[in-house]
């Protein structure tokens, strides 16, 4: 297999194209993209941008206390579903991982042996010998830990947890373990995520019993074949928007963009350029304080284009691009409204989750939603858009319902809160809602069949059915009365 990649780029440096797939790129022109270097730049302000597997430390919003106390009011009880900490690659992720110590080879050779670096855009010294002297976690060489919670995960659970109880010390305080509602979806993830936010304030995790395999709350796709028959023919199919993007010529432009930089004279395969943009993202997720090496490969410039990539994605998957995904988080909002309304049960709810069921819930709540959809052929127009995965589901991303009791109880109000920044919603102001108007917003949640609603074949059809009898009833009744 080695002896076969030598060949390769053996052949691919000693002939003056550059080959993508089915396509051949002149080469005459050696630039790749503006001076960049990843290790001296002190911002690094893409790392804010790597999608679902962005690091919470630089996606949170402040850690200040004050915005959650409202002049007149009581903190009276909170709901919050929260993501689980930073995890471990896949098995298959990890698979593909261990073949980046022969890439981290062959850039070196790049580099030294066969200088065919580019003449503007090339890696910098310090960038270069970072990647020189990467090695692969031990944890890597294994597969035992595919998809489990990694430590930086734990630890920001616990840090999470900490801040929830300063944020909100009226609901926390006085601590009481009856005072809580646990509940994490049956992965090791998860159920560790939840250990460590109990351990960040009751110091222990309390025995909350077997979870159900699938919890209408916490992963109501896992019992939603329709969803998952969707998001099939999505994947497949050559024509949805995320297929249009990632065959387009700014994607194929990035791809060999990124592998000039990287001092090959032909394009890296895609599947190539995700494993380098996946052991960037994982390792700046476990080791915030540090640089990943293999971050040095991508400029802020293509961080923006795999960013957009992977919102398409998800945007059709779990958010706003299809319909189905506006409904699907119904128990989940049902059980938020409940949990908000009823004064006897604990103050708190805490729910560990998974990315989709995040952004799946932001969507039924109308967050983070753009005028225009995302599409293949807007990324210039959308840089500014809302849907940010970055933003709305990074590691460890939570969302919280905050409950007041104002006016000496006369005012009941909620605020929404997602990775310690308020919500801004249309029908509330600056970010704090009148209780009543939320009951009235989330009716359609609240008043129905959830396993009807949200994922009955006929669910929307339905809808349009409802529709079209109400239709024909007017016109009925406009003829009989004229």
Same mark, same amino acid.
């Given at each position: 297999?080695?002896?076969?990649?030598?060949?390769?780029?053996?052949?691919?440096?000693?002939?003056? =194209?550059?080959?993508? /797939?089915?396509?051949?790129?002149?080469?005459?022109?050696?630039?790749?993209?503006?001076?960049?270097?990843?290790?001296?730049?002190?911002?690094?302000?893409?790392?804010?941008?790597?999608?679902?597997?962005?690091?919470?430390?630089?996606?949170?919003?402040?850690?200040?206390?004050?915005? @959650?106390?409202?002049?007149?009011?009581?903190?009276?009880?909170?709901?919050?579903? =929260?993501?689980?900490?930073?995890?471990?690659?896949?098995?298959?992720?990890?698979?593909?991982?261990?073949?980046?110590?022969?890439?981290?080879?062959?850039?070196?050779?790049? @580099?030294?042996?066969?200088?065919?670096?580019?003449?503007?855009?090339?890696? !910098?010294?310090? *960038?270069?010998?970072?990647?020189?002297?990467?090695?692969?976690?031990?944890?890597?060489?294994?597969?035992?830990?595919?998809?489990?919670?990694?430590?930086?995960?734990?630890?920001?659970?616990?840090?999470?947890?900490?801040?929830?109880?300063? %944020?909100?010390?009226?609901?926390?305080?006085?601590?009481?373990?009856?005072?809580? *509602?646990?509940?994490?979806?049956?992965?090791?993830?998860?159920?560790?995520?939840?250990?460590?936010?109990?351990?960040?304030?009751?110091?222990?995790?309390?025995?909350?019993?077997?979870?159900?395999?699938? *919890?209408?709350?916490?992963?109501?796709?896992? /019992?939603?074949?329709?969803?998952?028959?969707?998001?099939?023919?999505?994947?497949?199919?050559?024509? &949805?928007?995320?297929?249009? %993007?990632?065959?387009?010529?700014?994607?194929?432009?990035?791809?060999?963009?990124?592998?000039?930089?990287?001092?090959?004279? %032909?394009?890296?395969?895609?599947?190539?350029?995700?494993?380098?943009?996946?052991?960037?993202?994982?390792?700046?997720?476990?080791?915030?304080?540090?640089?990943?090496?293999?971050?040095?490969?991508?400029?802020?410039?293509?961080?923006?284009?795999?960013?957009?990539?992977?919102?398409?994605?998800?945007?059709?998957?779990?958010?706003?691009?299809?319909?189905?995904?506006?409904?699907?988080? !119904?128990?989940?909002?049902?059980?938020?409204v409940r949990h908000l309304n009823n004064s006897n049960e604990p103050h708190i709810a805490a729910y560990f989750t998974h990315s989709a069921n995040i952004q799946l819930l932001l969507t039924a709540l109308g967050i983070a939603k753009d005028r225009d959809a995302l599409r293949a052929n807007n990324f210039h127009d959308m840089k500014n858009r809302n849907w940010k995965s970055s933003e709305l589901a990074p590691f460890a991303s939570n969302f919280a319902a905050i409950k007041y009791s104002c006016e000496g109880g006369n005012e009941k109000r909620v605020m929404f809160v997602l990775n310690q920044k308020t919500?801004?919603?249309?029908?509330?102001?600056?970010?704090?809602?009148?209780?009543?108007?939320?009951?009235?917003?989330?009716?359609?949640?609240?008043?129905?069949? !959830?396993?009807?609603?949200? !994922? &009955?074949?006929?669910? &929307?059809?339905?809808?349009?059915?409802?529709?079209?009898?109400?239709?024909?009833?007017?016109?009925?009744?406009?003829?009989?009365?004229?």
């Amino acid at each position: 297999m080695k002896f076969l990649w030598s060949a390769l780029i053996f052949a691919a440096l000693h002939c003056n =194209i550059i080959v993508f /797939g089915q396509e051949t790129y002149n080469s005459e022109n050696d630039n790749c993209c503006e001076e960049y270097c990843y290790s001296k730049d002190p911002d690094k302000s893409q790392t804010r941008q790597y999608a679902t597997k962005t690091a919470y430390d630089v996606a949170k919003g402040s850690d200040s206390s004050v915005n @959650y106390k409202i002049a007149g009011c009581i903190q009276e009880k909170v709901w919050i579903m =929260i993501r689980h900490g930073a995890r471990w690659p896949t098995v298959k992720d990890i698979q593909e991982m261990r073949n980046l110590e022969d890439l981290r080879v062959e850039v070196i050779r790049n @580099y030294e042996e066969r200088k065919t670096q580019p003449s503007t855009g090339a890696l !910098c010294m310090d *960038d270069k010998f970072s990647i020189k002297t990467w090695k692969l976690s031990k944890n890597l060489s294994t597969d035992s830990f595919a998809e489990k919670l990694a430590p930086q995960g734990y630890q920001d659970m616990k840090l999470i947890a900490r801040n929830y109880r300063r %944020f909100l010390p009226e609901i926390f305080e006085p601590i009481d373990e009856r005072n809580f *509602d646990f509940r994490y979806t049956p992965t090791q993830r998860t159920q560790e995520s939840f250990k460590a936010f109990a351990e960040g304030i009751l110091q222990r995790a309390p025995d909350v019993g077997p979870q159900p395999e699938v *919890d209408p709350v916490l992963n109501p796709y896992a /019992g939603c074949d329709r969803w998952e028959e969707q998001n099939k023919n999505d994947k497949s199919n050559n024509a &949805s928007e995320y297929n249009i %993007f990632i065959n387009s010529e700014i994607m194929k432009d990035t791809v060999r963009r990124i592998s000039r930089r990287l001092g090959f004279k %032909f394009a890296l395969s895609r599947a190539q350029i995700d494993t380098v943009w996946d052991m960037c993202r994982f390792e700046q997720a476990w080791h915030p304080n540090r640089n990943s090496p293999w971050c040095a490969a991508f400029t802020p410039e293509h961080v923006t284009v795999l960013e957009y990539a992977e919102d398409l994605r998800n945007y059709y998957k779990v958010g706003y691009g299809n319909e189905l995904n506006s409904r699907i988080a !119904c128990s989940a909002v049902q059980d938020m409204v409940r949990h908000l309304n009823n004064s006897n049960e604990p103050h708190i709810a805490a729910y560990f989750t998974h990315s989709a069921n995040i952004q799946l819930l932001l969507t039924a709540l109308g967050i983070a939603k753009d005028r225009d959809a995302l599409r293949a052929n807007n990324f210039h127009d959308m840089k500014n858009r809302n849907w940010k995965s970055s933003e709305l589901a990074p590691f460890a991303s939570n969302f919280a319902a905050i409950k007041y009791s104002c006016e000496g109880g006369n005012e009941k109000r909620v605020m929404f809160v997602l990775n310690q920044k308020t919500v801004d919603l249309d029908w509330c102001k600056v970010g704090l809602c009148n209780w009543g108007d939320a009951l009235v917003t989330l009716d359609r949640f609240t008043k129905a069949d !959830c396993s009807q609603y949200y !994922c &009955s074949e006929n669910s &929307s059809t339905n809808i349009q059915s409802s529709f079209l009898v109400l239709i024909l009833t007017l016109i009925i009744y406009f003829i009989n009365g004229y």
